[in-house]
């Protein structure tokens, strides 16, 4: 394996303005005038520091860096929009702001904008794999713990960062908000020569996050377990079959509490799924979208005593907005969830049973998922009990660590959590503010799974926007009136 150590060589051609420390270098002369034409014709100006090492000991030249664009006018005390595009648990570069998503938006809007680059299950240096699990998310960490570093010296301010990120990116948007300067990171991050400072954000947007991996099988299986393609297949039924008895014990286990502080058990979930997917045509609706009866809810003049708030309990979807009210008269008061979740099916098709540890279980190919946690040979690996007993196997105590350091639920609501309170201390700290949404027709992972983040989050005392975006399949970025709207209300 080769590695480079830079910091050394960059120090010396520093001019007496540029900074190091720790072995990291940052010089606030180096940056470049750039402009970007937004879509409505505006032009942004800004200013490009460009390919900055975040760790000491960099064993990827294409990808462990970051790029930081400073609009006008932005000081030391501008907010940090730290977008990262990673997806498919892949190497991701670092990109520069695009025009149509939130990075442009956020320079419009006068924010900092940082994108890092990460290694991914596809990183490679001299026939070794080195960017699989964790390595990515160490990538983002190490990446924040350098604009701590030099949070002095650098406009944006490191103490206001808000992590973006869709899919797999949503995914590691999640896992740093809920892993701010966890110790089960340090040694690692040490040894990557990253900063000693701490690794926290305010806040995370996860569009679709494809996250709690180890459940996901389990999910996908009990949501759409009774769907034409799961009933028809002979060879997948069964898998899907088994995997769906496993809910209950799952759902159970994590005692979670709706919006209105209420238990929520495998008895119930089906009804909380149904009143969100709900909210989310009545959300629509307000706004003017045509929803059809045939998708299977239930319409009204009237409200009715069972219908659910729009905005129920603690969950502060459609911020620095009052509850909206339906308009021409109809409320959306009841949703036939099978009929829906056929729907779903109809407009995409479903992912083989099981959705994501595939190898080997009834003669399918590794996912990638199967190589997120596979060796630096390249070798992919089951990550689940149940893929594999099917292969006849144990989990190897590494992929087992590694699939709970890549977890999210893991570290949210445990006892050292202080939400948004870490700074100095370095303590295990959650963002404090969450912005989740996942599409009211995406079907890459179950509904249950950014649900579940959401409402573990809300336990925890996190400010939390949940929303099913509706009529969305797998995407991020939308909405961007929205999204930035939300992040004035937080800061």
């Not at 495998?266 to 009143?275: F, H, S």
């Not at 961007?480 to 937080?490: N, V």
Request: charged share 20%; proline share 5%.
């Amino acid at each position: 394996m080769k590695k480079i150590i830079i910091a050394t060589v960059i120090a010396f051609t520093l001019c007496a303005c540029g900074h190091s420390k720790q072995g990291l270098t940052f010089n606030p002369n180096d940056g470049e005038e750039a402009e970007l034409t937004m879509p409505d014709g505006e032009v942004v100006r800004y200013t490009a520091y460009e390919h900055l090492y975040y760790v000491r000991n960099v064993e990827d030249t294409a990808y462990q860096y970051l790029n930081v664009y400073v609009p006008e006018g932005a000081t030391r005390t501008t907010p940090i929009l730290l977008r990262t595009y990673i997806g498919g648990y892949m190497s991701a570069k670092a990109r520069r702001p695009q025009a149509g998503d939130a990075t442009g938006r956020a320079l419009k809007e006068g924010y900092v904008v940082v994108i890092p680059g990460s290694r991914g299950r596809d990183a490679m240096q001299d026939n070794v794999y080195i960017g699989r699990a964790p390595k990515g998310l160490l990538d983002l960490k190490a990446a924040i713990r350098y604009l701590r570093l030099f949070d002095r010296e650098m406009p944006g301010n490191a103490e206001r960062i808000i992590i973006d990120g869709t899919s797999a990116g949503g995914a590691m948007s999640a896992l740093v908000g809920a892993t701010g300067n966890h110790p089960a990171y340090d040694e690692m991050l040490s040894d990557m020569g990253a900063a000693k400072e701490s690794d926290d954000v305010y806040a995370a947007v996860c569009f679709c996050p494809i996250t709690d991996l180890e459940h996901a099988d389990i999910v996908y299986e009990w949501l759409y377990n009774g769907t034409p393609s799961r009933q028809r297949s002979a060879q997948q039924l069964p898998i899907s079959n088994q995997l769906k008895e496993q809910f209950p014990n799952y759902i159970n286990d994590l005692k979670l509490k709706d919006w209105d502080g209420n238990e929520v058990t495998a008895d119930n979930y089906m009804d909380l799924l149904r009143r969100e997917l709900i909210r989310s045509a009545q959300t629509a609706k307000n706004a003017g979208a045509d929803i059809s009866d045939t998708l299977g809810f239930a319409f009204s003049q009237e409200t009715m005593g069972g219908m659910p708030p729009i905005n129920g309990g603690k969950n502060t979807a459609l911020p620095m907005m009052q509850a909206p009210q339906p308009q021409r008269g109809e409320y959306v008061i009841g949703l036939d969830m099978q009929r829906y979740l056929n729907y779903v099916a109809s407009t995409q098709p479903l992912k083989t049973a099981p959705a994501f540890d595939t190898k080997g279980v009834v003669g399918q190919h590794a996912s990638a998922e199967n190589e997120l946690f596979g060796g630096t040979d390249g070798s992919s690996m089951n990550f689940t009990v149940y893929s594999a007993y099917k292969n006849g196997k144990d989990l190897p105590k590494e992929v087992v660590d590694n699939v709970y350091l890549m977890n999210p639920m893991n570290f949210i609501g445990i006892e050292e959590n202080e939400v948004g309170k870490n700074k100095k201390e370095n303590k295990h700290a959650v963002a404090q503010h969450w912005y989740i949404r996942h599409g009211a027709r995406d079907r890459d992972t179950g509904f249950p799974i950014p649900l579940n983040l959401a409402l573990k989050l809300n336990e925890a005392g996190c400010d939390v926007n949940f929303l099913f975006a509706w009529n969305r399949g797998h995407s991020g970025d939308y909405a961007l009136d929205e999204l930035f709207g939300w992040m004035k209300s937080i800061l």
